[in-house]
């Protein structure tokens, strides 16, 4: 009994965020470049899913996960950027375990869901190129609605995983975090106890999840491609473009950036390159989304232009 009372206080009750370096000379620049990263990032995402609530000729499928997506890296952006901030301007950032834990949960919550959300917008490209007289069909607003409400269950089941398994763990050594969040790896290596069931769990699930959209989204691009080569027009050849162009290139940059920094993280490389690969798709991904939805999208512009002569009048 005395044992166990020993162990319970000197249990963690909060931790101390390192930030995204602990060099004094680069708090303040830094400070302000990701001040401005969280400015254009809120600004940008909001204005999107305005344009989309706003303009009637938005309200299709294809504009209904660009809003979700805009959605999700909102809050995702408000859920990290903050605390991060802090981290700049605080001697010690400190946050409680349960605000910690709260923190990871959300990060997980609306990672996955992302994954689901860009694997769903591939699954509508398809739709829209290789079977454009059933989209209507296939694409109706019940579909859409499924496959959103599956995005953001699979999401929480991935999040509640990770989070359950991390609040299992005892944390009764030191409380400081090298990173500028509650990330897994970073609470892992805190552990007074064995992460090897952790370890094994998060691997099953990420691999599960990377697994599972990558093997979608490349059966869909496959079977735009096949459809594309058959294709002699050029009008089909701009259509298929302008539809998976800015798609594509959301998918590189969040998977690129987030499987590489997973790989690096688990690996035996230093914890300042992973915190700095981390910010691609914690920071610049969010941020990039709704200027490349809205600057290579026609109808974005035209909706931008509409409500902005409504305003004016």
């Given amino acids: 009994m005395q044992i166990m009372a020993m162990e319970n206080d000197s249990s963690v009750t909060e931790f101390i965020l390192v930030g995204f370096?602990?060099?004094?000379?680069?708090?303040?620049?830094?400070?302000?470049?990701?001040?401005?990263?969280?400015?254009?990032?809120?600004?940008?995402?909001?204005?999107?899913?305005?344009?989309?609530?706003?303009?009637?000729?938005?309200?299709t499928p294809m504009y209904s996960f660009i809003f979700n997506l805009s959605s999700i890296d909102l809050f995702h952006s408000l859920v990290i950027t903050p605390k991060m901030l802090m981290s700049f301007v605080l001697e010690k950032n400190i946050i409680s375990f349960e605000g910690c834990m709260t923190q990871l949960f959300f990060f997980c919550f609306f990672v996955h869901s992302e994954c689901y959300v860009l694997t769903a917008m591939a699954y509508d490209c398809f739709v829209a190129i290789c079977k454009p007289l059933l989209y209507t069909a296939n694409m109706c607003p019940q579909i859409c609605s499924l496959l959103m409400f599956g995005s953001y269950v699979m999401g929480f089941a991935g999040a509640m995983?990770?989070?359950?398994?991390?609040?299992r763990l005892s944390f009764c050594g030191s409380n400081i975090i090298n990173h500028y969040m509650c990330d897994i790896f970073p609470l892992l290596q805190l552990s007074c106890s064995s992460t090897y069931a952790n370890e094994l769990v998060d691997s099953i699930i990420v691999s599960t999840v990377v697994i599972i959209s990558s093997f979608i989204i490349f059966i869909s691009y496959a079977?735009?491609?096949?459809?594309?080569?058959q294709t002699s027009s050029a009008q089909g050849l701009s259509k298929a473009f302008s539809t998976c162009s800015s798609h594509i290139i959301t998918i590189a940059l969040f998977y690129g950036s987030g499987l590489f920094t997973h790989l690096k993280t688990s690996s035996s490389g230093s914890e300042d390159q992973g915190k700095f690969l981390s910010v691609f798709y914690t920071n610049v991904v969010p941020m990039l989304n709704p200027l490349i939805y809205s600057l290579r999208n026609k109808n974005v512009k035209l909706a931008l232009e509409k409500t902005l002569k409504r305003i004016a009048n």
Avoid: E
């Fill in 21 to 59: 370096t602990d060099q004094p000379q680069f708090q303040l620049p830094f400070f302000f470049l990701f001040l401005l990263n969280y400015m254009v990032t809120v600004v940008g995402n909001l204005s999107l899913i305005n344009l989309i609530c706003l303009n009637p000729h938005l309200h």
């Fill in 223 to 229: 079977l735009i491609l096949s459809s594309i080569l």
């Fill in 161 to 167: 995983l990770h989070t359950g398994d991390m609040v």
